[in-house]
């Protein structure tokens, strides 16, 4: 099954407001960008869970917002150091890979879970009580 779930072009929040109307105003509850419908950007995935659809992509939204949120800093300062960006370029730039690995790290989250379930992934097998360190 494919849903779609919906981000801040400009600032890759996930606390977006929209019209359910094509061509409908849209704003950002984080940062103040307004804009149309259309402008948000809009990410498709696939999933299969026996339980509603509307858990996967608010997973999907609320994973990407935590992503950009606690990892935007690092990850900006690791592409700057590899040189994949320039510091005038960041801005911009940065907001397109943080998406794109918001939504591929959602996607992967969601693809073992739908492994665990059907069987293709195999679950880890637990450690023995004994083999445990430094937990009490
Ligand atoms: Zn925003």
Same mark, same amino acid.
């Given at each position: 099954?494919? @849903? ?14 929209? $019209?359910?109307? /094509?061509?409908?105003?849209? $704003? ?10 259309? @402008? ?7 999933? @299969? ?14 994973? $990407?917002?935590?992503?950009? #949120? ?5 990850? !900006? $300062? ?16 940065? !907001? ?12 992967? /989250?969601?693809? /073992?879970?739908? !492994? ?16 445990? #360190? !430094? /937990?009490?």
């Amino acid at each position: 099954m494919q @849903d779609n779930a919906y981000f801040c072009p400009e600032c890759g929040s996930p606390a977006i407001e929209r $019209s359910a109307l /094509v061509g409908g105003a849209a $704003s950002c509850k984080t940062c103040s960008w307004q804009g149309k419908n259309e @402008d948000l950007h809009e990410v498709p995935f696939e999933h @299969d869970f026996p339980s509603p659809e509307a858990i996967a992509e608010r997973f999907a939204a609320e994973f $990407s917002g935590l992503i950009a #949120k606690n990892l935007a800093q690092p990850i !900006g $300062s690791m592409l700057l150091k590899w040189g994949f960006m320039t510091m005038e370029r960041m801005p911009q730039e940065l !907001g397109l890979y943080m998406r794109a690995i918001a939504t591929a790290s959602a996607k992967a /989250v969601l693809e /073992v879970r739908q !492994g665990l379930e059907t069987g293709a992934i195999k679950r880890p097998e637990k450690k023995p009580e004994g083999l445990r #360190k !430094g /937990v009490h």
